[in-house]
């Protein structure tokens, strides 16, 4: 059981090019997020999906793109890099989300990828 | 749109010392979460408050819930260097986590 599985772990990019971070999950979660952390600020909501073909937007999710074909899989896309997208990234799953259940939403993250933006 | 503060931000404190770590939010919410991150690594649960008056324990770390006063408090008693990291609190607002900005802790001998 792997868990949450993120690739790559580290990447440099120039300004401009486009890239897909990959998250995939093993425990048939059915919510999937993913988030930045930059110093100082926390972890930063960029998009999520609470199933296979729904997908919404976060606190910051201008310059990303997500899609969710299958409940395993939850690529973050980069469209045209710029330098304010260096920082680590996080993608994270959840058994459900929402109010109506009554257990606890603990997120389960990946080991996180690390993106500079030159 | 909710807002999670945690102070303080950064804590350095001896090794045998008690303190508390804060987090306050701005809108209902009575479902927090507080995760541990240790350096360079991912995030780890530590606790989950489902409830108004909830605490948890777990070891020298303690966590507890007023929904009514927006505010969890992690206590931390008797510190030792493996505590060291930085330890984020998060709100459940239905379909998403809001973290906080995350408190710096270390822990010097």
């Known amino acids: 059981n792997a868990g949450v599985t993120q690739t790559p772990k580290f990447q440099v990019l120039k300004t401009g090019q486009s890239m897909t971070l990959q998250c995939a999950q093993d425990?048939?979660?059915?919510?999937m997020s993913w988030y930045r952390q930059d110093p100082g600020m926390g972890l930063r909501l960029i998009h999520y999906?609470?199933?296979?073909?729904?997908?919404d937007q976060g606190e910051v999710p201008n310059g990303y793109n997500v899609s969710r074909s299958t409940t395993e899989d939850f690529p973050l896309r980069l469209l045209s890099a710029a330098p304010s997208q260096t920082s680590v990234y996080f993608c994270a799953s959840t058994e459900e989300a929402g109010l109506q259940n009554s257990g606890a939403n603990v997120l389960t993250f990946g080991a996180g990828s690390r993106l500079t933006v030159l | 749109e909710l807002k999670v503060e945690q102070n303080p931000l950064f804590l350095s404190m001896q090794e045998g010392k008690n303190y508390t770590i804060y987090c306050n939010y701005s809108?209902?919410?009575?479902?927090l979460y507080w995760y541990r991150q240790d350096p360079g690594k991912s995030l780890e649960s530590l606790f989950v408050?489902?409830?108004?008056?909830a605490v948890k324990q777990e070891g020298r770390l303690m966590a507890s819930l007023d929904t009514k006063a927006r505010l969890s408090t992690l206590h931390i008693t008797a510190a030792v260097h493996d505590l060291s990291a930085t330890y984020f609190c998060a709100v459940d607002s239905g379909s998403r986590l809001t973290f906080g900005e995350g408190t710096q802790l270390t822990v010097n001998p």
């Open positions: 408050l489902l409830s108004n008056g």
């Open positions: 425990m048939n979660h059915e919510y």
């Open positions: 809108t209902t919410s009575d479902r």
């Open positions: 999906s609470v199933g296979a073909g729904i997908t």
